[in-house]
């Protein structure tokens, strides 16, 4: 397990990560979240030790994160670091034998991942010469070249089409079915809803949301879908009722100071009801209000 415990880092009189906590559980799959400029980058390069870190700490299986524990984690940065110039199969093979890797050994992971992502046919092109989405595949295939223990990545999802984000998905699947923590961050809320085990948002430098999809939702704001046969307009008069919008399905409701019960009732009393529902919050209607 990765554990990260009131992390600070400053830049200058700027706090950009202000004692920020989360846990990325083995075998978990665990999204990062937030706007521009919340920290998500700057943590990950402290958890990397990229960065220094000002306050805090980062754990690996419970003791302090050492140099020889990151050299076992999978890194993929925000600024992508391979060489545009230099052929994509030699870039792997020699980050593979900076792992440790023999030199047959090396090849042969770098063949299976070039396949799976299917560029066998560009190992010899050089980076720069590839679409940007295929560059970032070979990013990711850089990351897992050595099979790592930990896996961070910065928005490796960005640039890929649907189907190299279903092949992405999937290869991360299979490391946390291994037990390989993973931390990845992502602008894209409906992935990281659909893949993520527990999500992390973070505001400003510090964390205003931790859990799994379904534990943020529960602490959200409830909010109902009320549909009706007749006009709704008397909904904007009855006290303790805000609308927030009404499409073909219904009109959304916040309640504030009256029961679901009063609402119904006066509901009936004005005409028939189709439906009375709570709405469960998307994770980006969370994201909204707890970054508000």
């Excluded at 992390?7 to 559980?25: E, I, W």
């Excluded at 560059?135 to 990351?143: D, L, S």
């Excluded at 999937?170 to 390989?180: D, P």
């Excluded at 949301?209 to 008069?237: K, N, Q």
């Amino acid at each position: 397990m990765l554990e990260v415990a009131d992390l600070v880092r400053r830049f200058g009189d700027h706090v950009a990560v202000d004692g920020v906590s989360f846990t990325v559980p083995a075998g978990a799959l665990t999204g990062f979240v937030g706007g521009n400029g919340a920290g998500k980058t700057t943590t990950m390069r402290m958890i990397m030790g990229v960065l220094a870190i000002h306050g805090g700490t980062v754990r690996w299986s419970g003791r302090e994160v050492g140099t020889a524990d990151r050299r076992g984690f999978g890194y993929m940065p925000e600024e992508r670091g391979l060489y545009p110039k230099q052929p994509v199969l030699d870039q792997l093979i020699y980050l593979a034998r900076l792992r440790g890797r023999s030199a047959p050994a090396a090849r042969q992971r770098a063949g299976e991942l070039l396949e799976r992502f299917q560029l066998t046919e560009r190992g010899k092109d050089k980076l720069e010469a590839l679409s940007l989405g295929n560059q970032q595949r070979v990013q990711i295939a850089a990351a897992v070249i050595a099979e790592p223990k930990a896996l961070i990545l910065d928005e490796p999802f960005s640039g890929l089409d649907p189907l190299a984000v279903d092949s992405m998905a999937e290869l991360l699947r299979e490391y946390t079915a291994q037990g390989v923590p993973v931390l990845f961050s992502s602008h894209q809320l409906d992935l990281v809803e659909r893949l993520c085990d527990q999500l992390v948002i973070l505001a400003r430098g510090k964390v205003v949301g931790h859990g799994s999809a379904d534990e943020l939702r529960a602490g959200g704001r409830t909010r109902y879908r009320l549909a009706l046969d007749g006009d709704p307009g008397w909904l904007d008069g009855f006290g303790g009722v805000r609308v927030i919008g009404s499409n073909g399905q219904g009109v959304l409701l916040e309640l504030d100071g009256v029961s679901t019960d009063d609402l119904l009732a006066e509901a009936l009393r004005r005409g028939s009801v189709r439906e009375l529902a709570a709405v469960r919050p998307t994770v980006a209607e969370i994201y909204r209000e707890v970054t508000a």
